[in-house]
């Protein structure tokens, strides 16, 4: 999160900003780590592991689900004007992908164990993208030059990440909704969210292509 603007020096607000950051790009670099780890595992393609793919949902899942859960901060620092970030786009990210993290992964393990590719697209794209973000955000509150490297990746690998990461969550909202049939309520509730999916994704595609133009023109 992109902290806002103040006078130079190490004041409290800072330090704070530089910790939050500095952890979540940590903890989302270990759950990126980690899948890697369990993926390359499974080196002898004749004899294939067939534990290996569910392992990535058993050792990972709590991790993700929590590191994200830590993301609700962000909308209280954009409310109360301690980052830059808009309220409402930052509210609507982290309330989509609290949402996934509890409501879907973690409360329908049977539709991720059967879903467990896109499981792991889904979660490489997140931390992949939020690595990148979160260090970003670490060397902009130290104050130091952010590289030109950073900022393109910074504002171009969503291109390609935003698609796979939104695609998985909306695949697998879709199966939680079939595994909810026995619940109308619910099921109706899934698939409200996934309609909503279209036009939010369109908006909030736009919003960063829109991002990226401004700060890579500037650059």
Request: net charge positive; charged share 10%; glycine share 6%.
């Amino acid at each position: 999160m992109p902290p806002a603007k103040e006078s130079p020096g190490w004041t409290a607000k800072r330090v704070y900003l530089l910790a939050y950051n500095a952890t979540c790009a940590l903890l989302w670099l270990r759950i990126l780590l980690s899948i890697i780890s369990i993926l390359l595992s499974q080196t002898d393609t004749a004899n294939p592991n067939p534990s290996i793919p569910i392992l990535v949902y058993t050792t990972v899942e709590p991790w993700a689900r929590w590191t994200q859960t830590l993301a609700v901060a962000e909308i209280l620092h954009a409310a109360t004007g301690l980052t830059r970030s808009p309220v409402h786009t930052t509210f609507t990210q982290v309330f989509a992908r609290s949402v996934q993290v509890w409501a879907i992964n973690y409360g329908y393990p049977d539709v991720m164990a059967s879903s467990l590719p896109v499981y792991t697209a889904m979660l490489v794209a997140w931390s992949t993208a939020d690595v990148i973000r979160y260090l970003y955000f670490v060397i902009m509150s130290a104050g130091l030059l952010i590289p030109g490297w950073l900022k393109w990746l910074r504002y171009s690998l969503f291109v390609i990440l935003y698609p796979i990461g939104i695609g998985g969550e909306w695949w697998l909202m879709f199966g939680a909704a079939r595994a909810a049939s026995t619940g109308l309520l619910l099921e109706c509730v899934w698939y409200f969210c996934l309609a909503l999916y279209g036009p939010g994704s369109v908006m909030m595609y736009g919003y960063m292509l829109k991002q990226r133009r401004k700060t890579l023109a500037r650059a």
